[in-house]
């Protein structure tokens, strides 16, 4: 199957900077990426669409300031957590979508600790 | 509104002891059914993509299949190693939509 990469696989910072995660599909071309944050024990939630070439959409209650997205190659998109704070720490998935078929495949994750 | 739900929420087996898994799902239209598996602290894996009623896919122990309403993920003679949370995620046709997800089913299989 096709494999997506997350890099760094956890990080630590210290609250008020900024932190940045690459997610890249290897072996295949993704138009369209998809960025998911999860809680222990529950469920992926969305966080924001990003096409290739243009601004990520953003779901419900995601701050666009705070989460910025870059999706400037059709295998790399990343995400910027500014000014990060301790509510911030979390576990940060990226998700990458084959155009020929839609099927989705997902990075190991990012764990994110703000101290 | 399109949606998911899976059940049960839980399912403790017994190894070697089979069973399946529930996904029903509503959506206005329907481009693809896929089924993950996510151990805990990493990303979902894929496991199967199913794009019509009746198809049907295999691997080991594993099997999906899909009606128009609902799939089903069977599980073989499961062993401990199958122990996970299983996804289930539909992708609507309208647009550039990302995937509908249910909650899972935390799936544990005792030895």
């Known amino acids: 199957g096709a494999v997506v990469s997350q890099h760094p696989s956890w990080v630590i910072c210290k609250s008020g900077t900024s932190v940045k995660i690459e997610c890249r599909s290897l072996d295949f071309q993704a138009t369209t990426m998809f960025w998911y944050r999860q809680f222990p024990k529950q469920s992926l939630m969305l966080m924001a669409t990003s096409n290739e070439g243009s601004k990520a959409t953003y779901e419900q209650g995601v701050e666009k300031d705070k989460f910025l997205i870059n999706h400037a190659s059709l295998t790399l998109s990343t995400l910027t957590v500014t000014s990060a704070h301790p509510e911030d720490s979390s576990f940060y998935i990226c998700s990458a979508r084959q155009t020929i078929d839609y099927e989705q495949y997902f990075g190991p994750g990012t764990r994110l600790t703000v101290t | 509104e399109d949606q998911v739900t899976q059940s049960p929420e839980a399912l403790r087996l017994q190894e070697g002891e089979s069973s399946s898994l529930n996904c029903s799902y509503t959506?206005?239209?329907?481009?693809?059914l896929f089924w993950y598996r996510q151990d805990p602290g990493k990303g979902p894996e894929f496991l199967f993509t199913?794009?019509?009623a009746g198809e049907e896919k295999e691997k080991e122990r594993l099997k999906a299949t899909l009606t128009k309403k609902e799939s089903f993920l069977h599980i073989t003679a499961p062993k401990p190693e199958d122990s996970a949370t299983y996804l289930c995620?539909?992708?609507?046709?309208?647009?550039?939509?990302?995937?509908?997800f249910g909650k899972g089913t935390r799936l544990s299989v005792i030895a």
């Open positions: 199913l794009y019509s």
């Open positions: 959506v206005s239209g329907l481009r693809g």
């Open positions: 995620a539909v992708q609507p046709f309208s647009g550039n939509t990302p995937l509908v």
